[in-house]
């Protein structure tokens, strides 16, 4: 079996050498996971599911004066916050994604023309949680990895969707803004000074915690270091189409196109 694997392997990155679109187009190879994300009722699901269960869990909470999503934080006597990533979080992006598939064309590309659209939809669920916890007196947070140009059309964006986003100080905290870099512990912290955050809401590790790890077999085993968050005070949103998951794939290392389909092959798991 192990023989066979090494060998389809061989043949399948072969026959991309000899090739000039074979597995080469990133969007073909996104293709299902963009309609899983549009047209799938398991996406929906999971993305209710998500969101119904931390209203659930609000009261208890709210009720706990240790609850806290900020691990070796001291929450006591703080107003309660709860804070989210935008993209595939509350913004649905899976439109942009859909043309690059139909365009022929990847991420960066038509990116900028896409936010400044200011039309990405709500994830499902999101929306009615936030009113909900908003009305509760919950600070709303929003820690992005969007660049700070693109601050004005994401407030906008989120306003159209009637998402609560307050006045009184800066809730949304963009890349770059304030020398603010790609990871969002120093955002994180910085809203934990002041707030108990009962609740954080992303799509990628990096969301919830500063990972070093570079595997995906490191990320994987860092998930259940934190067994106690997930569920309850750390809520991930699904997102099949990017990710630093796929990055992890061959280590954060930028290589050929033909060497991420080997790397993808040799790590499919057959037993």
Known sequence: MIRNKFLFIYI???????????????NLESLLAVLFTQTSAEMKATQLQTFQTATNLLDDALKDSSWTAIPNSFPKDKPPAIILDVDETVLDNSFYNARNIIDETNYPENWSDWVFEENAKKIPGSLEFLKIAQSYGIKIFYVTNRAAEYETATRNNLKKLNY?????????????????ESSKESRRNLIAKNYRVLMIFGDNFIDFV?????????RKNRVEEYSDYWGEKWFMLPNPVYGYWERSLYEFQNISEEQRTKKRLELLEIN
Do not use: C, R, Y
Request: without cysteine.
């Open 12 to 26: 399948i990155s072969f026959t991309f050498l000899l090739s000039n679109t074979a597995f080469a187009d990133k």
């Open 164 to 180: 609560p986003l307050d006045d009184d100080e800066d809730v949304l905290l963009m890349k770059g803004e304030k020398g603010w």
């Open 210 to 218: 500063e990972v070093s790890a570079t595997s995906a077999k490191q």
